[in-house]
């Protein structure tokens, strides 16, 4: 082969510092793909390794609490809408577990792979969206579990069971956004590791999850959507029980993950540059 031919034919890769276009950095993703889902099914063996239930814990852990405030608060009386308060439970931790888990685990993942980020290249943010989509393992099979727990209290399939992965990808992008966020903060500070725990505990309380919305008092009842659990859990909960629609929670909860997702995105770009001097 000539020198010139060899030459045509070498393929060389430019890593430029942080700043490309939007439509190189999705190209630079799409192309580590690979990467992406071995990382996701590394952490989903290191998950469930050596555990006697494995995935079962993704049924256990909204059982547990379906049972412990079932028994407190089903002599309450709580209005729920018509749905048996446990199973109103079981539905919110169901949902919220799949998004609280995503951003306590992943908010030290930079910190904890320092190794493999300073010494090989790679979109960095691959790891954060590997380990929340480990996490969609266990929150699919919560959905299914909601879904025949739900069946046998008597709320049988129906057309607005097919909605549920609307719900379900908005919850998957508020996972990987906050996740995101948490990990590229913690790189930066890494007090926000110890917060962490405690800030998703609030947003749980925060939320819908143990409670109806009639619970929360009515001027900031307008705007709980801002909230994005809040909308979600509604939208999950139409779904499963074809309750009456809060549109007007969805809509604000929908505008409040788009702009969770574009801040996540600021956050991450703004200290992607010397992340791997940081952690």
Known sequence: MRTDDRAASTHVTVIDPAGGSLWSVIAEYRNC???FWLLALRDIRLRHRQTAFGVGWAVLQPLLPMIIFGAVFSRLHVDTGGIPYP??????????????????????????????????????AVLPLA???ALMLDGSVAV????????????????????????????????????????????ALRDIKNAVPSLVQMWMYASPVLYPIAWIPAPLRRIAGL?????????????????????????????????????????????????????
């Open 131 to 133: 380990q929340t989509a």
């Open 144 to 187: 299914f579990a909601t879904l025949a727990l739900s069946w046998w209290y008597g709320f049988g399939p129906s057309w607005t069971w097919l909605l549920l992965p609307l719900p379900g990808f908005a919850a998957a992008v508020l996972a990987m956004s906050a996740s995101v966020a948490a990990a590229s903060l913690t790189a």
């Open 33 to 35: 793909g690979t990467l």
């Open 87 to 124: 199973l109103f439970v079981f539905s919110g931790f169901a949902l919220w577990l799949f998004i609280g888990n995503s951003v306590t685990s992943a908010s030290a993942v930079f910190v904890n792979n320092f190794e493999m980020i300073n010494k090989i290249y790679f979109p960095r």
């Open 227 to 279: 909230n994005p659990v809040t909308g979600l859990l509604e939208a999950f909960r139409y779904c499963l029980f074809h309750t009456a629609p809060q549109w007007s929670l969805m809509a604000q909860s929908a505008a409040a993950i788009a702009v969770l997702l574009c801040a996540a995105a600021w956050v991450f770009r703004y200290l992607e540059s010397d992340l791997a001097e940081r952690v």
